[in-house]
């Protein structure tokens, strides 16, 4: 089932290569499979190339805290906040605080 949701998200992409919705979905997709270190790079690389995109920081930031890379989650949530104040994403700046707050909170 799993390499069957990975194959038609795999070829949604090939069909549409710079859908940053099936990149974020491929994502996710291998989290959901516990390939963290695979989702973590396809991560980086949506916030580099797509920073409007600030849902891929909080999933990036989470998957960063739960391999045991807290610093480096904090650093996305912070970059997550600062590119919400470009969109003006009220919301997403929030939930990004919060959780930048929860994982500093958990370092001390």
């Known amino acids: 089932m799993s390499t069957d ?5 795999q070829a949604m992409l090939a069909e549409e290569p710079q ?4 990149r974020y979905a491929i994502a996710l997709e291998h989290k959901r499979l516990a390939e963290f270190d695979h989702a973590i790079d ?4 949506l916030v580099r190339e797509v920073p409007a995109h600030v849902a891929s920081y909080y999933q990036l930031a989470l998957l960063l805290a739960d391999v045991g890379r807290t610093m480096e989650a904090i650093a996305a949530c912070e970059a997550g906040i600062l590119q919400c104040l470009v969109n003006s994403d009220r919301k997403a700046r929030g939930e990004l605080n919060e959780l930048r707050n929860t994982l500093q909170e958990g370092s001390e």
């Open 5 to 9: 949701r990975m194959a038609q998200l």
């Open 19 to 22: 859908d940053v919705f099936l």
């Open 42 to 45: 396809l991560l980086e690389t």
